[in-house]
């Protein structure tokens, strides 16, 4: 069974903590015999009250040590300073050969720890600069979800954690099992790593032209194999193409061709998973004029080739 360790401290907000007690650590009766995660809590001193953000406590049944030895190690945030201790089990646990993520201010746990020297890494867009500041050796892309360097992983705040955990899973044991989860969630089961952090229409009230905009991705998902241009979404939006492209862009942070070529990559996953098809039947069902540019997108969001992944979890 894959362990998961988690770490809290004296003073954490519990969002983050939530996210990934909910991914790893909730028993899934709808996955039937699959082994899901062993889930680990682990404190600098466990069985100590830990006072949380809102005046209720929390304690954690397992030390360091134990989060040393994970699998996975998650710091869903970090204290100012990072503790010594905890710096020391995630320099352990990296030289292991664990696979180390962070959420949110995590990183500065990380980054406190060298893992993050001479990589790119992300954390909450209000925190960029002082990670930058402070670690200089970072290269800090203040503008993503989350970045996922192999064996280290870091997301900004609160609601991209979800995507980060989603993403583990669907790394771990493939896109049917994590958009199961996904749908457990209510969330969407996939948002690339490289969408910007920031969306304006996501503290905006919505209008018509989130409708607008809804109803040409609702029309498209219906229509994912078919030869779609931005004419005929803007169309389908009843807008403009010019409008068209400022509300879209001002409602998922990316353009519409971008959002399409995401989506149709997604839907080829649970089809590469189930093993029927050739690469070129299934580029051809999701919408892709060719294999070739199937993989080229493929090969950009997953960071794999379709042949690779379909190794990896379609069934022997």
């Known amino acids: 069974m894959h362990t998961v360790a988690v770490a809290v401290f004296d ?12 991914v790893f650590g909730l028993h899934r009766p ?21 006072t949380a953000v809102g005046g209720f406590t929390l ?29 020391d089990a995630l320099r352990r646990a990296h030289a292991r050969g664990a696979r180390v993520v962070s959420i949110c201010s995590g990183a500065f746990a990380l980054a406190a720890a060298g893992i993050l020297a001479g990589r790119r890494a992300t954390t909450h867009w209000r925190y960029a600069a002082r990670l930058a500041e402070r670690h200089p050796d970072v290269d800090v892309d203040p503008d993503v ?24 899973v669907r790394a771990d044991h493939g896109a049917a099992v994590a958009n199961a989860v996904a749908r457990r969630f209510v969330v969407p089961p996939h948002r690339e790593g490289g969408q910007a952090q920031f969306i304006e229409a ?19 998902l219906d229509r994912l194999a078919a030869p779609l ?32 070529a995401a ?13 029927d098809g050739s690469v070129d039947e299934i580029a051809a069902a999701v ?26 979890f379609a069934p022997a």
């Open 11 to 22: 003073g954490m907000a519990t969002f983050e903590l939530g996210v990934v007690v909910e």
């Open 30 to 50: 709808e996955l039937g015999d699959r082994p899901w995660y062993e889930l680990l809590v682990c404190a600098e001193e466990p069985g100590r009250d830990l």
């Open 59 to 87: 304690r954690a049944g397992h030390g360091f040590g134990a989060l040393a030895a994970a699998d996975t190690v998650i710091v869903p945030g970090a204290p100012d300073p990072v503790p010594a201790a905890l710096v």
């Open 145 to 168: 979800l989350y970045v996922d360097d192999g064996d280290v992983l870091t997301s900004a705040g609160s609601a991209a954690g979800i995507d980060l955990c989603l993403h583990l």
């Open 202 to 220: 996501a503290v905006r009230p919505p209008g018509p032209d989130d409708d607008g905009v809804a109803r040409s991705m609702a029309f498209a």
């Open 229 to 260: 241009t931005v004419a005929d979404l803007a169309r389908a939006a009843r807008m403009s193409e010019r409008s068209y492209l400022r509300h879209f862009a001002r409602r998922t942070g990316v353009s519409p061709m971008r959002w399409l």
């Open 263 to 275: 989506q149709r990559v997604a839907a080829s996953l649970p089809l590469l998973e189930a093993g």
């Open 287 to 312: 919408g892709f004029g060719s294999a070739a540019a199937y993989r080229q997108h493929f090969t950009r969001r997953m960071r794999t080739t379709p042949t690779a992944y379909r190794r990896a």
